[in-house]
T-cell receptor
């Protein structure tokens, strides 16, 4: 069966510090991969999606970036965090029409 | 991205059926209708999806209007564990560009014991 791993579960980072969130998928090959962000009390915002290694599409201009160095690995990064980067970050994968989400990382920028 | 419209919130009594509506008047012929739900502090969970015909699974039923401009998620007997935010999402059929799942604000369902 397929599983998705996302870590860490919670993270507190100072403004201006770098960020690296990692997501890996097991049990499937060539999945579509996604990063979402959910601000407090808001809906989910699609940040990046990827249909293959090295192929990244950005949905919202921001100081975040994403990379896919391996088929089942998706990384969300920032060189310098802003206060507005706080939120609940979710990784997801899909095959055909169904999407599966990780448990999320709650990021607080202080 | 095709837009969906849902009520912000709904309430239901426990053990009673719940009908969650969704309007998607700009749906294209190749868009699937998906429903996901999100419990507090968790990632969204797949509930059901359909294209044209009504669909049933162990969690819920999906009723799709004949013109596909609206749909209804039906929970046959609401339990306290069904309290969540329910998202109705449109996504094109799978292809090389991938499915891009755009979430709105959803419907927050409260189940009253």
């Amino acid at each position: 069966s397929q599983t998705i791993h996302q870590w860490p579960a919670t993270l507190v980072q100072p403004v201006g510090s770098p960020l690296s969130l990692e997501c890996t998928v097991e049990g499937t090959s060539n999945p579509n991969l996604y990063w979402y962000r959910q601000a407090a009390g808001r809906g989910l915002q699609l940040l990046f999606y990827s249909v293959g290694i090295g192929q990244i599409s950005s949905e919202v201009p921001q100081n975040l970036s994403a990379s896919r160095p391996q088929d089942r690995q998706f990384i969300l990064s920032s060189k310098k965090l802003l206060l507005s980067d706080s939120g609940f970050y979710l990784c997801a994968w899909s095959y055909r029409v169904e999407a599966f989400f990780g448990q999320g990382t709650r990021l607080t920028v202080v | 991205d095709a837009k969906t419209t849902q009520p912000n919130s709904m309430e239901s009594n426990e053990e009673e059926p719940v009908h969650l509506p969704c309007n998607h008047s700009t749906i294209s012929g190749t868009d699937y209708i998906h429903w996901y739900r999100q419990l507090p502090s968790q990632g969204p969970e797949y509930v059901i999806h359909g294209l044209t015909s009504n669909v049933n699974n162990r969690m819920a039923s999906l009723a799709i209007a004949e013109d596909r401009k609206s749909s209804t998620l039906i929970l046959h007997r609401a339990t306290l564990r069904d309290a969540a935010v329910y998202y109705c999402i449109l996504s094109p059929t799978w292809g090389t560009t991938g499915n891009q799942f755009y979430f709105g604000t959803g419907t927050s369902l409260t189940v009253i014991p």
